[in-house]
């Protein structure tokens, strides 16, 4: 199984900061990766899809890249409302389909 | 709009069974790749089945031989049959569209499963 491991697993930044959150694939998964939002008490929100394709209704602020095995999501400037936890997801070599730890995002 | 409603989290005892039941409006369950991905608590995303369009289905190895996947056409609902349900499977459970296959867009709110004696 391909392992999926998250950086920072939690992170504190102000209203207006650029944050990014990384992303690391066991094995070469190409841009088979997604990102998610989860509020707390909530379903998962997808925001990325191909590693890098901006879901219809997500923010302009949230932008992802990478490819092979290294993948980030960024957040261009922090409003309170991306408090939530981001998961990526991959779908290199399935099944089956695992994602990182998540990252828990919390405002300063 | 699609939505999906779930029902019949419960708390069951070790060894006990369960079906959980996902309702889809918007969407039709046999036409789409479906899935359930459950979340123990605190704890992050864990995919645990699939059933694609052609009924081919998919299970965790936690899972397999005791969890089943299936949908009824008829009443559009997409199914979990949990047997043999140990405390490790306390999660909240999550039906989900898998577009594509590979990326959950549209979630249920969730079913509470909590084993324990």
Partial sequence: DIQMTQSPSSLSASVG??????????QDIYIYLNWYQQRPGKAPKLLISDASNLEAGAPS?????????DFTLTISSLQPEDIATYYCQQYGNVPPITFGQGTRLEIK | EVQLAQSGGNL?????????????????V?????????????????????????????YADSVKGRFTISRDRSKNTLFLQMN????????????????????????GQGAPVIVSS
């Avoid at chain 2, 991905?37 to 369009?53: A, N, T």
């Fill in chain 2, 30 to 58: 046999s036409d789409n790749y479906m899935s359930w991905i459950r979340q123990p608590p605190g704890q992050g995303l864990e995919w645990v089945s699939d059933v694609y369009r052609n009924d081919i289905t998919f």
């Fill in chain 2, 12 to 28: 069951v005892q070790p060894g006990g069974s369960l079906r959980l039941t996902c309702e889809a409006s918007g969407i039709s």
């Fill in chain 1, 17 to 26: 900061d650029r944050v990014t959150i990384t992303c690391r694939a066991s």
């Fill in chain 1, 61 to 69: 602020r949230f932008s992802a890249s990478g490819s092979g095995t």
């Fill in chain 2, 84 to 107: 043999n349900l140990r405390n490790e499977d306390t999660a909240v459970y999550y039906c989900a569209r898998s577009r594509g296959g590979n990326r959950f867009d549209f979630w």
